[in-house]
Nanobody, 122 residues
Framework: QVQLVESGGGLVQAGGSLRLSCAAS????????MGWFRQAPGKEREFVAV???????HYADSVKGRFTISRDNAKNTLFLQMNSLKPEDTAVYYC????????????????WGQGTQVTVSS
């Protein structure tokens, strides 16, 4: 069984930074494609970033240039470094493991963490 536990969320002022972590157990992250999604109140869960099992990443246009997805394979942990945060980045952030299909759709992922709240004040 795969377990994902996110941490690092919090309250930050606009322009600030946060680093989210996702600790995994039951699966070796280095072998899998991993993603970050987010869900704001009243909105659907949306794609943020994906880290391919080899070299390569992809970001939503809304976060490109501000967010960076990375891994520490030795610690089996996925990260999301978020800089220049904006109030519209406020959401619950989830890490997830890819199963098959379109990388940008929630239905293509199987295991999800419980989420961590990020709140950006203006």
């Amino acid at each position: 069984q795969v377990q994902l536990v996110e941490s690092g969320g919090g309250l930050v002022q606009a322009g600030g930074s946060l680093r989210l972590s996702c600790a995994a157990s039951g699966r070796i992250l280095s072998s899998y494609v991993m993603g970050w999604f987010r869900q704001a109140p009243g909105k659907e869960r949306e794609f943020v970033a994906v880290s391919y099992s080899g070299v390569g990443t992809h970001y939503a246009d809304s976060v490109k240039g501000r967010f960076t997805i990375s891994r520490d394979n030795a610690k089996n942990t996925l990260f999301l470094q978020m800089n220049s945060l904006k109030p519209e980045d406020t959401a619950v952030y989830y890490c997830t493991t890819y199963r098959a299909g379109n990388y940008f759709r929630t239905g293509s992922y199987d295991y999800w963490g419980q989420g961590t709240q990020v709140t950006v004040s203006s």
